[in-house]
């Protein structure tokens, strides 16, 4: 699993960050070069906006921030931004899964809505999917129960993204968000620490101070989302032929 997401980050050319200890430059956390462009290279329009949001969030640099203040420094503690990048992949990995279930619901609800109309549409079900959805939606009609009722919302008009998923119930957001493998955890477990040279992200032992830019913690979020989506897209490819075990 995890060759198969280095070969996807090979693609975009873009290099995992080693240990954190090896960026290190005189006391200072620098990650070079940022290969912003790339990594959000990989996510559409809509679920771009929704990573850009996260990454203001979590390290407080504004979307169109100047370069003075990508390359300002701060101080973080390392255990934090542990934390912060496993929520990442986290959250990669929810956006891949979600981006999924919506385009999918949107194009069974205009399906739907040309049957009740009575239109004949000449694009057939297939035609309308984007280039390359088709098998995911193929390869997934068999879990469709899983989904629950109230899949298709024939009355309402499918939102943008965003406003769809804070739309979602509690248990609809949990499936999505969780890690359908244990396969999966452990590999993001084991990764993680080996990135940040620990066993664990509570232990006092992790609780040193890093001085880094806000340049350096974008990249790092930027990685772990695209990490997260590059699993999902891994995980379901190799259940496909292994079965993995349920988490």
């Known amino acids: 699993m995890s060759l198969l997401i280095f070969y996807k980050f090979s693609e975009i050319r873009v290099p995992l960050v080693p240990k954190l200890s090896k960026c290190l430059y005189n006391g200072r956390l620098e990650i070079l070069p940022s290969k912003d462009w790339e990594l959000e290279s990989i996510h559409t329009l809509e679920v771009l906006d929704m990573i850009r949001e996260h990454v203001t969030t979590v390290t407080g640099l504004k979307a169109k921030s100047s370069v003075t203040e990508s390359w300002a420094t701060t101080k973080v503690r390392q255990f934090l931004l542990a934390r912060v990048y496993v929520a990442s992949i986290l959250y990669g990995y929810f956006l891949k899964s979600v981006s999924l279930r919506y385009h999918l619901e949107r194009n069974l609800n ?3 809505h ?16 984007p280039y390359g ?4 939606i193929y390869g997934h009609l068999t879990n469709m129960q899983s989904i629950g009722q109230g899949l298709v919302r024939h009355e309402e008009e499918i939102e943008d993204l965003k406003c769809y998923v804070m739309r979602f119930h509690p248990g609809s957001l949990q499936r999505c968000a969780k890690l359908r493998s244990k396969e999966a955890v452990n590999l993001v477990r084991s990764y993680s620490c080996a990135l940040f040279n620990s066993e664990g992200f509570d232990s006092a032992e992790n609780d040193d101070v890093i001085l880094t830019s806000f340049s350096s913690l974008k990249r790092l ?11 999902w897209e891994t995980e379901d490819y190799i259940n496909n032929v292994y079965k993995l075990k349920d988490h």
């Open 221 to 231: 979020v930027l990685e772990a989302v695209a990490f997260g989506s590059f699993l």
């Open 114 to 129: 040309d049957v009740h109309l009575g239109h004949r549409n000449s694009l057939s079900f297939k035609d309308m999917c």
């Open 133 to 136: 959805f088709e098998e995911d």
């Open 110 to 112: 205009l399906a739907n």
